[in-house]
């Protein structure tokens, strides 16, 4: 009994199924060196050598990042151009294939071309994420040493004053931050103290924080009165031109004589300090001018007053101030009363308290400025 023939029809169907096989299999193939890699020019000439090589064509072109493989030619082809978009549809680049002379893609090719583009698409949005992390990753090392930086240029401890207690604590909203506190001693004994607030937030704010401690300190230990020191700060940060004006410096410096028990203050466009006097209505120590490098050749005013025992003194930026909790604001006059209600001879006490009553204000939310205090009280006797 002879085999029973098999028909050109049935033959030619069988042929174009293993093509088809074979086509797929060459994209799985594809598709796999493409995500090889997460280099962007690697996933891009990758994808250009498999159609140079699977389709025997004489050339391949990205139109961005321009790129070419094998010989591109001016002359295109119909259905020649094959788009790579994102998940979104905006287009990444455009793949141009270059055919031989008189020909045209067959749909075989085409069907390829379009499913590697697909998968190319994938694979570069993939090298796009990688390449932001690389940058991401670099860019919040440099931060971290950033902040380690500027935590170090602050007051490592305060320094010990017979019948006082000092105390500071600041806490950036971000890596760093513009707030500014310290501490100079003098070659009589006496102290001079700042808290300062650069106008924004993040790396801005911090160089120029960190421009303003080197003023700060030149100045303190010259020697100059606290209004002129003010005055020559206003006058050395305008001159430094528009883009640091925009970021202007309020402060509010303090001279504490603790042989005299004297404190002399300055207020350069900062909050108000608050001022505790043993059996007086608390006090705010107002702005005598504004801020620093705001405006050319201002004129600045100090106040002077004994620091009787059991006096407090309590410096802030306006971190403090503006929290909030839904639309309440905590404010100054919240502020005034918690530090009223701090009774402790300890100031890093009082501090804390600030804080956690911050906090439960809140409701534990994040910290949305950066926020510094200084607390100065002279033990009762």
């Known amino acids: 009994m002879s085999a029973p023939s098999i028909s050109p029809t049935r033959d030619t169907e069988l042929i174009d199924l293993q093509q088809q096989v074979a086509r797929l299999q060459a994209l799985l193939e594809a598709t796999r060196q493409v995500h090889s890699t997460t280099s962007l020019d690697q996933v891009l000439m990758r994808v250009l050598e498999i159609v140079v090589r699977e389709l025997e064509m004489p050339g391949a072109v990205f139109t961005d990042p321009p790129l070419t493989y094998g010989m ?26 270059t055919v031989p002379p008189q020909q045209q893609l067959s749909i075989y090719e085409q069907d390829f071309l379009e499913g590697l583009a697909l998968q190319a698409a994938v694979a570069v949005e993939n090298a796009h994420y990688h390449r932001r992390n690389l940058e991401w990753v670099r860019v919040q090392r440099d931060l971290d040493a950033a902040r380690l930086i500027q ?28 707030d500014y ?20 937030k993040g790396l801005a704010s911090a160089i120029v924080s ?48 603790a042989k005299s028990h004297e404190i002399e203050v300055v207020n350069a466009g900062h909050n108000p300090g608050f001022l505790i006097l ?24 100090s106040e002077r007053m004994t620091f009787e025992p059991g006096s407090r003194l309590l410096l802030y930026t306006d971190g403090l101030t503006e929290v909030f909790r839904d639309l309440d604001e905590f404010g100054s006059e919240r502020l005034q009363n ?31 400025d950066d926020m510094t205090a200084m607390a100065i009280l002279r033990m009762p006797s």
């Open 338 to 368: 918690a530090f009223l209600e701090c009774n402790s001879s300890e100031c890093n006490a009082i501090l804390e308290g600030l804080w956690d009553t911050l906090h439960e204000f809140s409701g534990g939310a994040p910290q949305e």
């Open 72 to 97: 591109a030619s001016s002359v295109e082809c119909e259905n020649c151009r094959f788009p790579l978009r994102d998940k979104e549809g905006k287009l990444l680049t455009e793949l141009v294939v």
């Open 210 to 257: 960190t421009s303003f401690r080197s003023a700060f300190r030149a100045m303190a230990l010259s020697g100059l009165g606290m209004e002129e020191m003010a005055a020559r700060m206003n006058a050395q940060h305008y001159a430094e031109g528009a883009e640091s004006r925009r970021r202007y410096v309020t402060a509010i410096f303090v001279k504490l004589d």
């Open 181 to 200: 506190v310290d501490i100079v001693e003098l070659a009589d004994g006496s102290h001079i103290m700042v808290v300062a607030d650069v106008a924004g």
């Open 151 to 178: 935590r170090s240029l602050l007051p490592q401890e305060m320094p010990t004053i017979a019948g006082y207690s000092l105390a500071m604590r600041s806490s950036a909203c971000y890596e760093v931050g513009g």
């Open 278 to 301: 043993p059996g007086q209505p608390i006090r705010e120590i107002e702005a005598s001018g504004t801020p620093l490098g705001l405006i050319p050749a201002m004129v600045y005013k």
